[in-house]
């Protein structure tokens, strides 16, 4: 009889466990059907030299090799210490700049250098004082991070500050679903590993708009490596939540880029193929 309670209270374990990870799952998933999307047009290049600031990885890294293919002129911010090894191979133009020191952004960023920035610049899983991945992060809300020492507010105010000094006549900025009129749309497990950020990511977006630039603010959700789906997309909608890879990340930012009707908008990467989080694990 112990055995046969012992192996109940084991099978009723596990099917709570599952259950557990089934619920959280879908309530870290998006449900909202965006109202209306924004139709690709055919590129048209801005013309002048790009700097990208946060293009050394991730989703800022594939837009570099994108804007490559189209042959634009970029540069790319970086710092003393980061891996310049991908940038190295692509032969991409490079200056040393680290965007929590003023004077170092306003010296990457001479007066007439550059017509257009691409920000995709904040706070990686690596930066945080725990080293966690992001999905631990999110699980157990342990980001905790001194404000001053993250780039997604002051970091992104300098180069702001800077371009526009600068004359640059164009400002694209990739930041957070949550932020500003978003908040409703990001899943409510997803707010407590997101407490931090998303306040700086709404001042850093704040500060863009009352800037003298042409701007474009693009929210996407979680990011993954996974491959482009094709079928990711940009919507003003402010209720919708994806995941996203960062190349369709990167592909709906160059489109933007090329696309003038984008001017002074603020939209949601939404890939309609990736609204479920167990998307993630079969890329």
């Given at each position: 009889m112990r055995l046969v309670t012992i192996g109940r209270t084991i099978a009723y374990s596990f099917l709570a466990l599952i259950l557990a990870v089934v619920t959280y799952v879908f309530m870290m998933s998006g449900y909202h059907t965006p109202n209306s999307s924004l139709t690709p047009a055919s590129y048209v290049s801005p013309g002048g030299k790009i700097l990208i600031v946060g293009?050394?990885?991730g989703t800022g890294l594939e837009i570099v090799k994108l804007l490559l293919e189209r042959g634009e002129d970029i540069t790319v911010t970086v710092r003393k210490t980061?891996?310049?090894?991908?940038?190295n191979a692509l032969g991409?133009?490079?200056?040393?700049?680290?965007?929590?020191?003023t004077e170092q952004v306003q010296r990457a960023i001479p007066r007439g250098e550059y017509r257009t920035v691409i920000s995709t610049l904040g706070t990686s899983a690596s930066d945080l004082p725990t080293r966690q991945n992001p999905f631990q992060a999110l699980v157990s809300g342990q980001t905790k991070m001194d404000p001053n020492k993250r780039p997604d507010f002051?970091?992104?105010?300098?180069?702001?500050?800077?371009?526009?000094?600068?004359?640059?006549?164009?400002?694209?900025?990739?930041t957070v679903i949550g932020t500003g009129e978003s908040h409703d749309a990001l899943p409510s497990l997803a707010r407590r590993g997101h407490n931090e950020v998303v306040p700086l990511k709404q001042r850093a977006e704040e500060h863009l708009r009352v800037s003298n630039m042409k701007y474009t603010i693009i929210r996407?959700?979680?990011?993954?490596?996974?491959?482009s789906t094709g079928a990711a997309k940009l919507t003003e909608d402010p209720l919708s939540f994806s995941y996203i890879s960062r190349i369709d990340t990167a592909k709906l930012v160059v489109a933007?880029?090329?696309?003038?009707?984008?001017?002074d908008k603020t939209y949601t990467a939404f890939d309609p193929k990736r609204r479920f989080l167990w998307k993630l694990f079969l890329d």
């Amino acid at each position: 009889m112990r055995l046969v309670t012992i192996g109940r209270t084991i099978a009723y374990s596990f099917l709570a466990l599952i259950l557990a990870v089934v619920t959280y799952v879908f309530m870290m998933s998006g449900y909202h059907t965006p109202n209306s999307s924004l139709t690709p047009a055919s590129y048209v290049s801005p013309g002048g030299k790009i700097l990208i600031v946060g293009g050394t990885r991730g989703t800022g890294l594939e837009i570099v090799k994108l804007l490559l293919e189209r042959g634009e002129d970029i540069t790319v911010t970086v710092r003393k210490t980061s891996n310049v090894d991908a940038l190295n191979a692509l032969g991409v133009k490079q200056v040393v700049a680290d965007a929590l020191v003023t004077e170092q952004v306003q010296r990457a960023i001479p007066r007439g250098e550059y017509r257009t920035v691409i920000s995709t610049l904040g706070t990686s899983a690596s930066d945080l004082p725990t080293r966690q991945n992001p999905f631990q992060a999110l699980v157990s809300g342990q980001t905790k991070m001194d404000p001053n020492k993250r780039p997604d507010f002051i970091g992104n105010r300098n180069v702001i500050d800077a371009a526009q000094a600068a004359g640059v006549e164009r400002f694209i900025f990739v930041t957070v679903i949550g932020t500003g009129e978003s908040h409703d749309a990001l899943p409510s497990l997803a707010r407590r590993g997101h407490n931090e950020v998303v306040p700086l990511k709404q001042r850093a977006e704040e500060h863009l708009r009352v800037s003298n630039m042409k701007y474009t603010i693009i929210r996407p959700g979680g990011l993954s490596n996974g491959v482009s789906t094709g079928a990711a997309k940009l919507t003003e909608d402010p209720l919708s939540f994806s995941y996203i890879s960062r190349i369709d990340t990167a592909k709906l930012v160059v489109a933007a880029l090329g696309d003038p009707l984008t001017i002074d908008k603020t939209y949601t990467a939404f890939d309609p193929k990736r609204r479920f989080l167990w998307k993630l694990f079969l890329d």
